[in-house]
């Protein structure tokens, strides 16, 4: 077997064991990707891995005593989780309903996260370092909660196991050394994995452009929140080996879905 047949069947190993799934609604910004999970992984497996993972997190933050220690900035963070979680009915009817929860870990990393079924991570230092408005802080608290809308870690991890299975038969079909197997872990990873992982950030940063502007937060923050992410973070690997977009990719996508959610950050104003 070639290896350019080989790579043309892949998609059928992964398409195997998947289904379908619909997670969210396409919303003003129109996200309508198709996503396949695979069958035997529920969201609730998901969600239930994904309450361990938070619950020991907190738990090692409290030992060191670095978990909700600044009251204001967690107050600020839960006032505006208030604001968007409602708004999540928007992409999918059973979310404002799931267990949500938002922490504050003192950490000086840029970083936020929301696992999946709404448990919300920021640490102190993407919020001082950059200086985060109100509206800034709510386009990060967006596309982190669309990660979650749209199960993209399910997705993430059914990808996983088919890029090792990918892998793991190009190995035994080919009888390829450790040299050969390294280049088809490469060619499966950047040819598969990398631009998924760049397009679901993508659909995270359009749903949670949308999700802040139907909370009354303005859109045009979304350009300058990642104007102060490019210049925190030079030096940046280039796109193509990058799970994220580039900053100036992102900031023009942006730019470019404003118009459709603008009058819905108008309505929710008045």
């Not at 204001?72 to 979680?85: C, G, K, Y």
């Not at 608290?141 to 090792?164: D, F, K, N, P």
């Amino acid at each position: 077997m070639s290896i350019r047949a080989l790579i043309l069947g892949l998609p059928l190993i992964w398409l195997a064991g998947c289904e379908t799934v619909q997670t969210t609604d396409g919303g003003a910004v129109g996200v309508q990707r198709q996503q396949y999970m695979f069958s035997a992984l529920s969201s609730a497996q998901v969600d239930q891995m994904a309450a361990e993972s938070y619950a020991k997190m907190l738990e090692e933050a409290r030992e060191k005593k670095v978990l909700n220690t600044d009251t204001a900035m967690l107050n600020r963070l839960r006032r505006i989780s208030n604001d968007l979680i409602p708004q999540t009915r928007h992409f999918r009817a059973d979310a404002p309903s799931w267990n949500w929860e938002v922490n504050l870990i003192k950490n000086d990393q840029l970083n936020a996260s929301c696992m999946p079924g709404g448990k919300i991570i920021f640490y102190t230092g993407i919020v001082e370092k950059l200086n985060l408005t109100d509206d800034e802080i709510a386009q990060i608290m967006g596309h982190e909660i669309a990660h979650a809308l749209r199960e993209h870690g399910r997705e993430a991890i059914s990808r996983a196991y088919v890029t090792q299975t990918g892998t793991q038969v190009a190995t035994a079909l080919l009888g390829l050394g450790e040299v050969s197997r390294q280049a088809a872990d490469a060619a499966v990873q950047y040819g598969l994995t990398l631009p998924n992982s760049r397009g679901n950030e993508t659909e995270a940063d359009l749903i949670g452009l949308e999700l802040a502007a139907r909370a009354g937060y303005n859109p045009q923050a979304a350009v300058t929140l990642w104007q102060k992410m490019a210049s925190a973070s030079q030096g940046q690997p280039p796109a193509f080996l990058s799970t994220h977009p580039s900053h100036s990719g992102r900031i023009q996508n942006l730019q470019n879905a404003i118009p459709r959610v603008q009058p819905l950050y108008e309505a929710a104003k008045r």
